[in-house]
């Protein structure tokens, strides 16, 4: 088993990733989607936690070797930034959606020194613009953004193409191609829910279910 099935399968198995075509989620942007995913789940499963935490560390490592610290991003992609730093002993920072509105209004939080080589530590990628908001946020810092790690991934091409452009890397765990076809061969769908679920993903704005 490859380690993008792995970690799909652990997303399974604790319903942090949930596949309902028959009756569709409603996500904040509005949209119908025949799937919802709250890695915040894996959080409450200490094994599952530890795994996660060790794929993203491995791949940190091998695809940002260069790296002097990581990014979380708020709030879900806060925890896993911490936990990977403390791994890999790296200093840490995370960036909340705006400046806070009392104090030092900081948008950042933690030590930041211009210069440093930073990767970004995310849980779930979907169209990619408040994820490249928190990468554009820290180069204003005056970091160099080596790239980032997420949880999971829709892979809807203009998440694809907003990275493209940015110049950002990506590098995901886990997609939404393997969390399918992973789920057609447990049985947990069949091959009409499976051409339904890759029906949405061509045009997920759009799809009404």
Same mark, same amino acid.
């Given at each position: 088993?490859?380690?993008?099935?792995?970690?799909?399968? =652990?997303?399974?198995?604790?319903?942090?990733?949930?596949?309902?075509?028959?009756?569709?989620?409603?996500?904040a942007?509005?949209?119908?989607s025949?799937?919802?995913c709250?890695?915040r789940k894996?959080?409450?499963?200490?094994?599952?936690? %530890?795994?996660?935490?060790?794929?993203?560390?491995?791949?940190?490592?091998?695809?940002?070797?260069?790296?002097?610290?990581?990014?979380?991003?708020?709030?879900?992609?806060?925890?896993?930034?911490a936990?990977?730093? %403390?791994?890999?002993?790296?200093?840490?920072?995370?960036?909340?959606?705006r400046?806070?509105e009392? @104090?030092?209004?900081?948008?950042?939080e @933690?030590?930041?020194?211009? @210069?440093?080589?930073?990767?970004?530590?995310? %849980?779930?990628?979907?169209?990619?613009?408040?994820?490249?908001?928190v990468?554009?946020?820290?180069k204003?810092?005056?970091l160099?953004?080596?790239g980032?790690?997420?949880?999971?991934?829709?892979?809807?091409?203009?998440?694809?193409q907003?990275?493209?452009?940015?110049?950002?890397?990506?590098?995901?765990?886990?997609?939404?191609?393997?969390?399918?076809?992973?789920?057609?061969? =447990?049985g947990?769908?069949?091959?009409?829910?499976?051409?339904?679920?890759l029906?949405?993903r061509? %045009?997920?704005?759009?799809w009404?279910?």
């Open positions: 088993m490859t380690n993008e099935k792995a970690v799909a399968e =652990k997303l399974l198995q604790i319903n942090a990733i949930r596949l309902n075509p028959q009756q569709p989620f409603t996500w942007s509005g949209w119908k025949p799937i919802y709250d890695n894996t959080l409450s499963f200490p094994y599952i936690r %530890d795994f996660v935490k060790s794929e993203l560390c491995n791949v940190i490592f091998e695809s940002f070797p260069d790296a002097d610290m990581l990014a979380g991003v708020a709030t879900a992609g806060i925890a896993w930034g936990m990977a730093a %403390d791994q890999l002993k790296l200093p840490y920072i995370y960036v909340r959606p400046p806070k009392h @104090g030092l209004g900081n948008q950042v @933690g030590y930041v020194e211009p @210069g440093k080589r930073v990767v970004v530590v995310e %849980d779930l990628i979907s169209t990619g613009k408040s994820s490249l908001q990468c554009s946020v820290l204003e810092q005056g160099e953004v080596e980032m790690v997420s949880i999971f991934t829709y892979g809807f091409d203009v998440a694809v907003a990275f493209a452009e940015a110049g950002v890397v990506l590098k995901s765990l886990t997609n939404y191609q393997t969390l399918i076809t992973l789920a057609l061969e =447990k947990i769908i069949g091959a009409a829910e499976e051409a339904t679920l029906s949405w061509q %045009d997920p704005a759009n009404e279910g």
